[in-house]
């Protein structure tokens, strides 16, 4: 028991010394706790500054950021705009979508209103967001001027089709029938109006196919027609017949004069002779129409030349026994023609109303002497041609001179009879000869003769040697042709 009190006033004593220190340190730790109060309020406010600053600057730079965003958004809307493609090429630059709905519909009404047609987009149209300042956006007129030649509107229409070839749209098949018959009717004007058709058609096949074409493919009427008539060209030629110049073959084919020697450079328009080619260079057109008519004519029969021989008379000797006379027969036939020009004729009926009387006419069998003139003529020596004929000297110089050597044989240009030869006056010693066709031709100036008058010579003949007789200026021939007593120029004789 002492034991336990004992223990119990220890511990009671040791409790009043712990209290007293726990008094003591309650009092330090009071004044240690204002003082750290006043030290931790002090670190609290700088701290709550320090937030309050941060707070602040953050504010700012918000706000800062707010105002710089807000700038941007404001200016982003300002400038936001669409750049507006047509299959794949930019157009123009707009701010508002509506403007091109717009100007599309405008641009549509006014094309169905011009067409008197529905209209289909045939252009993919996009728009692509951009920026862009007003100065670069493109201004609503010029937006719709642009639109039109760039957008591709599909109308409904009706192409002619000939062989296959797609020749031009129309709205309406009954506008393309019309343009075939507009050019069917054309070449028609051109038969005569009395002409008795039987047949009309038109060679090529023609369709009219419905499809969707693009609006500014539509053809006029007038153009189309136009184009029908002359959309190609085609090259032909002509055989010049007698009588036939470039103004006559300009009229009958439908051209004119300058376009045929713009065809022709290598002819010259005035020495066409028959058998000639003259190049045409002609419209083609798309079309051919064929026209079948009937017609009745007459026409005359040519009429035979038959021959008899007769012993009495030379070979180159001929007369007319019996003149022809042409005959005439009545004609029905087909003139198929093809856009107005003559193809074929084809002849139905032919009825002889009168027979032709046939040529008689009768040549001699015998035998033709040398002697006899074949009428054409030699050169009678070899030599130059010293002098031609015509004017010389102030007067006519009535043949030519043919200048050789002296002894240089001289010959009968053509057969006949001798009928002067000796000296005559200024022609010296001469030799004249009758061919007995009209024909005389004089040979002087010879140093030597050797036929008399009346002997019959041959062509090419041996009849006198040049010389220098007469007057003469030198040993020559001096050579004339007269025809029925009248003085020729030989050069167009000789041969």
Known sequence: MEDKKSLWLNLKEKLKIGSKGLKNDKDNASDFSQEASSEVIKKEENKTNNRLRIALASFMIFAIMAMGFTGYKVREIKTRAFDLYIDDEKVACIRDKNI???????????????????????????METTHARDNNITPLKELRKNLKPKIGFLVSAYVIVIDGEEVGALKTKEEAENIIDEVKEYYLSYLDEDANITDIEILEDIEYKEKEVPILEMAKSDDLVEYIRTGSE????????????????????????????EANPDKDSEKLKPGDQVKLVLPKSKITIATTEEVEYTEDIKYEV??????????????????????????????????GILIEEKILEEEVIKKPVNKVVVKGSK?????????????????????????????????????????????????????????????????????????????????????????????????????????????????EVLKNGSNENPSRYVR
């Open 100 to 126: 091109v709905e717009d100007a599309m519909k405008e641009l549509e009404e006014s094309l169905c209103e011009e067409y008197d047609a529905d209209i289909v987009l045939d252009k993919k149209i996009t």
């Open 234 to 261: 085609e090259i032909k030629t002509h055989t010049i017949e007698v009588g036939e110049n470039f103004w006559t073959i300009a009229k009958f084919y439908d051209t004119t004069m300058e376009e045929l020697e």
């Open 306 to 339: 038959e021959t008899e021989s007769d012993k009495n008379m030379y070979k180159n000797q001929k007369k007319v026994k019996v003149e022809g006379k042409k005959g005439e027969s009545r004609i029905l036939a087909n003139k198929i023609k093809h856009n």
């Open 367 to 479: 035998e033709v002497p040398k002697t006899v003139a074949t009428g054409t003529f030699l050169v009678p020596t070899r030599g130059r041609l010293s002098s031609g004929y015509g004017s010389r000297w102030g007067r006519m110089h009535r043949g030519i001179d043919i200048a050789a050597p002296t002894g240089t044989a001289i010959k009968a240009s053509d057969g006949g009879t001798v009928v002067f030869s000796g000296p005559r006056g200024t022609y010296g010693n001469m030799v004249e000869v009758n061919h007995g066709n009209g024909y005389t031709t004089r040979y002087a100036h010879c140093s030597k003769l050797y036929v008399k008058s009346g002997q019959k010579v041959y062509k090419g003949q041996h009849i006198a040697n040049v010389g220098n007789t007469g007057r003469s200026t030198g040993p020559h021939v001096h050579f």
